[in-house]
């Protein structure tokens, strides 16, 4: 048997149809035993940098396993299903950068295997043209649970071949720190590509003060802890449970707020 613990599965496609369901029953057909951890499957339809982040943050607090992440808007067209080995884990999903965040996190500076799924005596029969999760990668995935080595998937690609998103903007000049919008949770809190540890560099901790700008607005907010720290309606800074920089609005919306959608450039200065 492989090393693996369980199969992890991250999708868009909602909770309202039976998507998720047949996924989960390919996968106890084929490894009866099998261990499923749904990460999440309310991305936003379509939003593969979404989709991407919650993987990448998720995935180090995951057993070892095979992850399925399908947010794949080029499904049926000519764009590749791939399996990934980076360290302990597996990633299978479509080839849109997906999963590129993912595997630079878990691969760490080991090896990364990867591999175009060409294998069709491993997907299921007939294959939807528009439920590859199903039909291909969940099948794939429970195949190698069961220990079917990552090499039998298919053909074998070069790194360079995969379909990577481009790394988030952050830098640190003239005394600020610059980022953008990674992601925005159900809540409104907006997540931003600048780790708490910049704003440390930068001498601002909980309890101090921090200028935003937001294009032509400039906002002094509050660097605290947590979002009680501020009154209720009040903007706050702080390092969100992935250690990046976030802004919330106690008991609100922060992005609703600053209409701030994922890529939008941000500035943190400390206050002066």
């Not at 449970?241 to 992005?255: I, K, M, P, W």
Request: with cysteine; proline share 8%; charged share 20%.
């Amino acid at each position: 048997m492989a090393a693996y613990q369980c199969l992890t599965f991250l999708t868009d496609y909602g909770l309202e149809d039976g998507f998720v369901a047949a996924c989960h029953g390919v996968a106890a057909r084929i490894s009866p035993n099998v261990r499923i951890i749904d990460i999440t499957h309310l991305v936003p339809p379509g939003d593969v940098r979404r989709g991407a982040a919650v993987l990448a943050q998720t995935v180090p607090y995951l057993p070892p396993g095979v992850h399925v992440a399908v947010v794949d808007p080029g499904v049926g067209t000519r764009r590749r299903g791939i399996a990934v080995a980076a360290g302990e884990r597996v990633f299978v999903g479509p080839d849109n950068g997906l999963l590129s965040w993912a595997v630079h996190e878990a691969a760490g500076d080991g090896r990364v295997r990867a591999y175009e799924l060409t294998n069709e005596d491993l997907w299921l029969r007939p294959v939807s043209a528009t439920f590859h999760g199903r039909d291909i990668f969940t099948p794939v995935a429970a195949h190698l649970l069961n220990g079917l080595d990552i090499t039998e998937v298919g053909s074998p690609l070069r790194t360079e071949e995969l379909v990577t998103l481009p790394t988030p903007m952050r830098r640190i000049r003239d005394d600020a720190v610059e980022g953008e919008v990674l992601t925005v949770d159900r809540f409104g809190n907006v997540q931003l590509s600048v780790p708490a540890a910049d704003l440390e560099l930068l001498g601002v901790r909980p309890g101090g003060s921090v200028l935003l700008s937001l294009g032509k607005r400039r906002l002094p907010v509050r660097f605290e802890r947590t979002f009680g720290s501020v009154p209720p309606g009040e903007l706050v800074a702080y390092a969100d449970s992935a250690g990046c920089v976030a802004l919330a609005v106690n008991s609100g919306d922060a992005a609703q707020r600053l209409n701030l959608p994922p890529g939008a450039h941000v500035r943190i200065a400390p206050a002066r």
